[in-house]
């Protein structure tokens, strides 16, 4: 009897879907998936995948990808079907939670900023569509989020203790002129592309273009 169950355990691991065994990237995939930041509201991680470099089965919560490069990715599913998805170069894309096992198929590196929503259900906040000596494109839309594409001009300036009542990812899309102090802390002055920062809903901070020239980033609001 006792072979005979151990017979049927094998049996049921080797059957068992694909996505019930499937892992946090992080784990199963260290060396395409690097923690940026993480909060009780968001994890935000790095993607990177060299030309022709593939993962493993692996699954992600909701979450919105901003691409910082031109890519195609092939995903394959755990029914095997495979579908391939082609990335603009700061551009983004929100995806509903899933597992699957990219493949870099292109000709370019991947590489990304993956928000990953913790939140159990959407929130209920009102999303700006205009800021002030803000210019804005939405460049994505989701049941939890929105991407922006932000354009601050040389006269954006929010004042000390500014809130919003939605969190918010910030993302450098190069070494834009901008201060910005979260919480009282010392300000953030020097920007590299793809740094990330997180400003919660109802804390108070404070930006100023400080360059005299716009500054180029991709703002991913949650509700």
């Not at 094998?10 to 992080?26: E, G, R, T, Y």
């Not at 603009?88 to 929100?94: D, L, P, S």
């Not at 800021?131 to 601050?152: C, D, I, Q, W, Y």
């Not at 953030?188 to 716009?214: D, L």
């Amino acid at each position: 009897m006792k072979s005979f169950l151990r017979l049927c355990v094998v049996a049921l691991v080797l059957i068992w879907p694909a996505s019930m065994v499937a892992q946090d990237p992080l784990k199963v995939d260290p060396a395409h998936y690097k923690v940026v930041l993480e909060n009780a509201s968001v994890r935000v991680l790095r993607v990177s995948y060299p030309v022709g470099a593939k993962s493993v089965m692996h699954q992600h919560p909701d979450a919105l990808i901003v691409a910082l490069s031109t890519a195609k990715v092939r995903f394959t599913l755990p029914d095997g079907k495979t579908q391939d998805s082609d990335f603009a170069n700061e551009g983004a894309t929100y995806t509903p939670a899933g597992t699957h096992t990219p493949a870099n198929i292109g000709s370019t590196a991947v590489d990304g900023i993956l928000i990953e929503f913790k939140d159990a259900a959407a929130g209920k906040a009102v999303l700006p569509t205009s800021r002030p000596n803000m210019t804005v494109k939405v460049l994505a839309e989701g049941p939890r989020a929105s991407a922006f594409r932000a354009t601050a001009s040389a006269a954006f300036a929010e004042p000390a203790g500014t809130k919003h009542d939605f969190d918010q990812v910030v993302i450098a899309l190069s070494a834009a002129p901008l201060s910005l102090s979260i919480d009282g802390k010392p300000a953030k002055t020097t920007w590299a592309r793809g740094e990330a920062v997180f400003i919660g809903r109802g804390v108070g901070h404070e930006a100023k273009n400080t360059g005299g020239k716009p500054g180029d980033m991709i703002v991913v609001a949650i509700k």
